[in-house]
């Protein structure tokens, strides 16, 4: 999903993630039989930086937006990427369809400090126990300087979503994350 929200509110250490950033995973997406159906929040998709964004990275097979549950039951799997914010009237509507069945793929960070962490909605989407806390290598270097820095990383299983990413694929990811439990 795309959020115009979190591209306005900054986090708690001050940073805003611009809706274009909130797609760049879509590109990890390469296979000719996947549609790219956007996502977004309502009354939103006049906004620049998501009309860019859908533009931008392709994702023109449809249009949804989060509250819309009849439409988002006709999709395979929603992934979730780089989302600072969740907001309660869209996380219900996702999370009622994943419960029903719809794939999720959650690639990236969903957080906003401790007053969301362990908001139930959010961990379950998470396949988290509460509390989720947060890891930024920003904070190993004393500033937000390290935030985000990429770091190497291997595929350690396949799966049938993603067939083209298979174990020893090398990717790079951003080195921020959440630390969490699984759910049981």
């Not at 937006?65 to 999709?75: G, H, K, P, S, V």
């Not at 960070?109 to 362990?118: C, E, K, R, S, W």
């Amino acid at each position: 999903p795309l959020s115009h929200f979190n591209s306005l509110r900054p986090n708690n250490a001050g940073s805003y993630i611009a809706v274009y950033d909130q797609a760049w995973q879509t590109s990890l997406i390469d296979h000719p039989g996947i549609e790219l159906v956007s996502l977004v929040e309502p009354g939103t998709t006049h906004h620049a930086g998501v009309e860019l964004t859908l533009r931008d990275f392709q994702l023109t097979a449809g249009l949804i937006e989060l509250t819309d549950t009849e439409a988002l039951r006709t999709l395979d799997v929603i992934m979730i990427g780089n989302r600072l914010f969740h907001e309660p009237r869209t996380t219900e509507h996702v999370l009622e369809v994943v419960r029903e069945g719809i794939g999720l793929c959650k690639i990236g960070n969903t957080h906003d400090g401790p007053h969301l962490n362990a908001d139930p909605t959010l961990c379950e989407l998470s396949l988290a126990q509460p509390p989720i806390r947060h890891y930024c290598s920003g904070t190993i270097y004393g500033s937000l300087e390290g935030h985000g820095l990429p770091v190497p990383g291997r595929v350690a299983s396949s799966h049938p979503a993603m067939p083209w990413l298979e174990p020893g694929h090398a990717v790079t990811l951003p080195s921020c994350g959440n630390i969490c439990f699984p759910s049981p």
